[in-house]
């Protein structure tokens, strides 16, 4: 893997003409309309971060969600040399932006002076549904590009765009035990104290989580669809544990990193307890789509196992039932402690 593109064309939206850029916005209002019509027609269910989800293509988005995975299948073209950091949220994606940045960064940027250490990790890497309403044009396929580009998802395998498919490019998935994702989940919810939301209880979030109602949801759904095809191209798409990172750092970030890179510098740069503790991640606020949130709320513990101090007996026993059930026979197993 070879290194980004500029950071300046990775964070700045438009391309700087007015008139250009009051066109675009005309043209996203106009196809934003259209977007809200067609959610006018779904499924929904009490959202989680906003106050309603929508059911497409069989998984549930909230409305800003949902503008930009329908904008990303009509218009995003990947290229054979871009890499897709896929998961659901709460899974470990701020790690694994910093982690990927910094590998494929390795050879370009001082560690004294790292991007990481000034920028937040989201920052360094959009998130592909964003682009749509922060107006950042998408790479063009037919510019020859001497570097990689990286990208990050939340969107199922069966709703990406055809072009990820077709393309040949290179899929990173990281997946995470439910229970843990779960209880992150839930209390970054909690913590989203500036939106006025409904309340809802551990208990139904629960309920609603068994159902499938989640973000990017049904959970097991949405890493079946990366499992399956990981198994199928293997050469592809790599399928990787969040708690298997935690437990062999090491091992893990050499097999992504190849023969090249200086992987104790970048493990040490892009732990949790580094990346915690940086004024830039402590302080300061990042739009999220739906909401402004906190940058520090993107770190609260990332230890695995920790859902033993949120759910009972009761919860515990509902997601285990429920992810033994759909993940029957496909050979996908999740820890939940990390082994000693």
């Excluded at 897709?84 to 390795?106: H, Q």
């Excluded at 209880?183 to 068994?210: G, H, R, W």
């Excluded at 515990?316 to 996908?332: A, E, F, H, P, T």
């Amino acid at each position: 893997m070879t290194s980004l593109p500029s950071l300046e064309k990775s964070l700045v939206p438009g391309d700087g003409e007015d008139r250009r850029e009051q066109e675009g916005e005309g043209h996203r209002h106009r196809t934003s309309k259209r977007y809200r019509e067609i959610m006018s027609t779904l499924p929904k269910e009490l959202g989680w971060t906003s106050d309603h989800m929508y059911q497409y293509q069989g998984f549930w988005y909230t409305s800003m969600n949902l503008e930009g995975v329908m904008w990303a299948q009509q218009h995003f073209k990947a290229t054979r040399l871009d890499v897709f950091l896929a998961s659901t949220p709460k899974s470990g994606t701020t790690w694994l932006k910093a982690l990927m940045f910094a590998i494929m960064n390795r050879t370009r940027f001082d560690f004294s002076t790292h991007p990481l250490l000034t920028f937040n990790p989201h920052e360094l890497v959009t998130l592909l549904e964003f682009y749509f309403h922060w107006n950042i044009p998408y790479p063009n396929p037919n510019t020859p590009l001497p570097e990689t580009q990286l990208f990050q998802t939340h969107i199922p395998f069966t709703s990406l765009p055809e072009s990820i498919v077709d393309s040949q490019c290179r899929i990173l998935y990281l997946c995470r035990n439910p229970k843990d994702v779960f209880v992150s989940m839930y209390c970054f919810k909690e913590n989203l104290t500036d939106i006025n939301l409904a309340p809802l209880s551990i208990e139904e979030a629960v309920e609603q989580f068994c159902k499938g109602v989640s973000l990017f949801g049904p959970f097991w759904d949405h890493v079946l669809g990366y499992w399956k095809v990981s198994l199928e191209w293997p050469e592809r798409v790599l399928f990787l544990k969040y708690e298997d990172l935690k437990q062999d750092s090491l091992f893990h970030v050499k097999r992504l990193a190849g023969k090249k890179g200086i992987v104790h510098e970048i493990i040490k740069l892009c732990s949790f307890e580094n990346l915690s503790n940086l004024k830039v991640n402590k302080t300061g606020v990042l739009q999220a789509c739906d909401f402004i949130i906190e940058k520090k709320k993107f770190f609260r513990k990332g230890e695995v196992g920790d859902w033993k101090n949120h759910l009972t007996t009761e919860m515990v026993d509902c997601l285990n039932r429920i992810m033994n059930q759909k993940l029957d026979g496909s050979g996908l197993t999740f820890h939940d402690s990390l082994e000693t």
